[in-house]
């Protein structure tokens, strides 16, 4: 009897940690990588949690805010790069899944990420515009001046 409750229990366990998404505790280990100042370290654990998709998509609309802060905390102040990129991305799926999350995320940060975070969060707006809507039509483009 007692070994059945010790193979429940631990079945439970396994079967729990199973079910955690990877996504959720690599953004805490960047933040913390961050802080403890290993760059390396944060950009190697935030290029792979970007490239595996069902990570990403398991992220909660604040995991990828944070993960946005993140991505610019990495970048360069100095010029856009591939994290700005990866930071309009997290903020356009989070904006997706939670658009009051994201407003609340924006006014709560300050310092120099702030205003930068605006920026890509606006850029990431403009990836949900339909593509179709950004092509001119032919008629328009036409200069009807033209003798």
């Known amino acids: ?3 059945t ?5 631990l079945v439970a366990m396994l079967l729990g940690s199973c079910g955690a998404p990877v996504g959720s505790d690599t953004v805490g280990r960047i933040t913390s990588e961050l802080d403890r100042g290993d760059r390396h370290g944060a950009q190697r654990d935030a290029e792979r949690l970007l490239a595996d998709s069902a ?3 398991a992220l909660t609309p604040g995991q990828l ?3 946005s802060r993140a991505l610019v905390r990495l970048s360069s102040p100095s010029e856009v790069e591939a994290n700005d990129a990866s930071a309009a991305r ?3 799926r989070a904006r997706q899944l939670a658009p009051d999350t994201v ?7 300050t310092g120099e990420d702030a205003g930068r975070l605006m920026v890509l969060d606006r850029v990431g707006s403009y990836l949900e515009i339909p593509r179709d809507s950004l092509v001119i039509e032919e008629e328009d483009a036409i ?3 033209q003798p």
């Open 90 to 92: 997290c903020l356009a």
């Open 143 to 145: 200069d009807h001046h």
């Open 1 to 3: 009897m007692r070994l």
């Open 65 to 67: 805010c944070e993960l």
């Open 5 to 9: 409750v010790i193979m429940m229990v």
């Open 55 to 57: 990570a990403f998509a």
């Open 103 to 109: 407003e609340h995320f924006l006014r709560s940060v």
